[in-house]
């Protein structure tokens, strides 16, 4: 999600024309970045067609290109109306086995088949949202972003360039420090404006602990805690390691 930014839509109902308008362009020219709105519903039941067996799962409605907000595995697109990304979790429990790509299931009244089986989130859904813009209450927007522009300068861009009401969500303030040179206003002594800078990202750190995460963005929160978990127990093994050799170094020093 490094990539990408993701916008939390305070006014829910977007008006289907606006949606299209906001994702069409990314699908007819390469220059446009990626943009995607979505939203995630929990306890979801999903059918398998094959044995009709059903589970409670996690269901992501996404419109646009799906890798805004997964950038691995297909690359989910509004021409497959009826295509779906289904976790090998899910899977399993539908078809007992996690080759199911091919396989149709049915959610929310509509017949879905598997375009690509993904390894995690363990119990997750995706469908195309084409034919469910008149049915869902997007609550995110996700986009591509140039890697030199900085996040909140891109959220800003967007935000203007369709009329929407929405706010930043920081996730990348644990991976990245980049995010404390945008409290640096554009003179030192302008105290005014670190004030101003503090208060905006201080309401945005809490909008991002506060909000409620969706099983992707958790995902994304567990991997970061796995690396430093990794990283500060490469650490602690470090420490001895390091004493070991400067006690050896030591005892080199006396023997000469």
């Keep these: ?114 375009c690509d089986v993904i390894p995690q989130p363990k119990q997750l859904l995706l469908v195309e949202g084409t034919d469910l813009l008149e049915d869902v209450t997007f609550n995110r927007l996700s986009a591509m972003r140039d890697g030199g522009v900085p996040r909140q300068l891109a959220a800003e861009r967007l935000i203007r360039q369709y009329g929407i009401s929405a706010k930043l969500l920081r996730l990348d303030v644990y991976t990245d420090l980049s995010w404390i040179s945008e409290m640096i206003p554009s003179q030192w002594s302008d105290f005014k404006g670190w004030r101003q800078n503090w208060k905006q990202k201080k309401q945005e750190l809490q909008l991002t602990a506060g909000c409620e995460k969706s099983e992707v963005e958790l995902l994304y929160l567990r991997d970061v805690k796995r690396c430093y978990a990794f990283a500060a127990l490469s650490l602690l093994c470090l420490i001895p390691m390091v004493r070991l050799v400067r006690t050896g170094i030591r005892e080199r020093k006396r023997e000469e």
């Excluded at 979505?38 to 306890?43: A, I, K």
């Excluded at 295509?83 to 539908?94: T, V």
Aim: charged fraction near 25%; proline fraction near 4%.
């Design 1 to 114: 999600m490094m990539g990408t930014i993701t916008l939390l839509l305070e006014d829910e109902t977007i008006d289907p024309v606006l949606l299209t308008e906001i994702v069409q362009p990314a699908m007819e020219k390469a220059e446009v970045p990626s943009v995607a709105v979505w939203r995630e519903y929990e306890s979801q039941t999903v059918v398998a067609d094959l044995n009709q067996k059903s589970e409670e799962t996690d269901v992501i409605v996404v419109y646009g290109s799906s890798h805004c907000l997964l950038p691995y595995g297909k690359n989910l697109q509004p021409e497959q109306k009826d295509g779906c990304i289904i976790s090998e979790g899910l899977a399993e429990k539908l078809f007992s086995t996690r080759r199911a790509e091919g396989q149709t299931v049915q959610y929310a009244g509509h017949t879905w088949t598997i």
